[in-house]
C-alpha cells in the first residue's frame, strides 16, 4: 500500500463521567498515564503511521506525557469529539494527500490490541470508502422509555440480529472524510463516530470485527476493567 497512514487522536475531553479530578486520559492505569498506553500501541501497531493528537488548548497535563517515538503533530481539541477529529484532519491540509489513509482512534481506548489494527488495515486497505472495528451485540437489547441512565423501564425489545457496537479505529480515506464530516457538521447532523459522517454522504463503511476488550474508559469502573485488560493481554503475551 503505497498511501501514508495518519493516526488522529481525539484527545482533548473533560472526560466528565468520570468524575475524576482530571480528565480521563490523564489518570493512572497500570502505573502510566491512560494517554501514553494509547500512544503506544498505535505506534506499535503501526511504527511508520504519524500521530496528529488533538488536545484541550488549555491542557496542563500533557508536557508531563512521555512522547511515542513516532511523527507527531498537535492539533488544537474543539466543542465536541467530532470537532476536535475536524480540527485534526484540517492540521493535515496540505500534508495528506486525498488517498491516504486516516485511523481516528479514542485516546479512551488503550487497551486496542496492535493485531486488530493491523486487521482493520489489512482488511481496508483495497476498500474505497473505509470501516470500522467493531463488535456484533451479544445481548438482548431493550430500548428504555426515558433517557434515566440509572432506572428506566423497557419500551420495547430492538433486534439484535444485525447490530454492532462502534469502536475505534476508524478507517476513511482523507478526503472522504474531510469532505463527508465538513458537510455533515455544516448541516448540524448530530455526528458521534466518523462513520456516521461517511454514511450520512451516502456511503456504507465496512464493519472489521474486532476484540471486547477494546473498551473505551468512560465510567469510573472502566479503569479497573482495563487494567484487567491489559494484565491479560501481558499474560498472553508470555
Ligand atoms: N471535545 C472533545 C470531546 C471528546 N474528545 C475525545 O473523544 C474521545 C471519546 O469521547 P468521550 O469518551 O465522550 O470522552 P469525554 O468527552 O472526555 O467524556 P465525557 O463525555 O464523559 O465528558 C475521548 O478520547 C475524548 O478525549 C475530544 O477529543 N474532544
Ligand atoms: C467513537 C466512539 O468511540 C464509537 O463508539 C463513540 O461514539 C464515542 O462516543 P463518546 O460519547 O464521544 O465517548
Sequence with gaps: MNNRIWFIV???????????????????????????????????????????????????????????DCELHLAEGGKERCDSVLNGLNLLSGKAADNDWILVHDVARPCVRTDDIRNLVSSLQDDETGGILALPVADTMKRAADQNPCVSRIEKTVDRNQMWHALTPQMFRYGLLKSCLERALAEGVQITDEASAVEWGGYQPALIKGQRDNLKITHPDDLWFAELFLNAQQADSE
Design 10 to 68: 481525539p484527545a482533548a475531553g473533560t472526560g466528565s463521567r468520570m468524575q475524576a479530578d482530571r480528565p480521563k486520559q490523564y489518570l493512572s492505569l497500570a502505573g502510566r498515564p491512560v494517554i501514553e498506553h494509547t500512544l503506544q500501541r498505535l505506534t506499535q501497531a503501526l511504527p511508520d503511521a504519524a500521530v496528529v493528537l488533538c488536545l484541550n488548548p488549555d491542557d496542563p497535563w500533557w508536557p508531563d506525557i512521555s512522547t511515542p
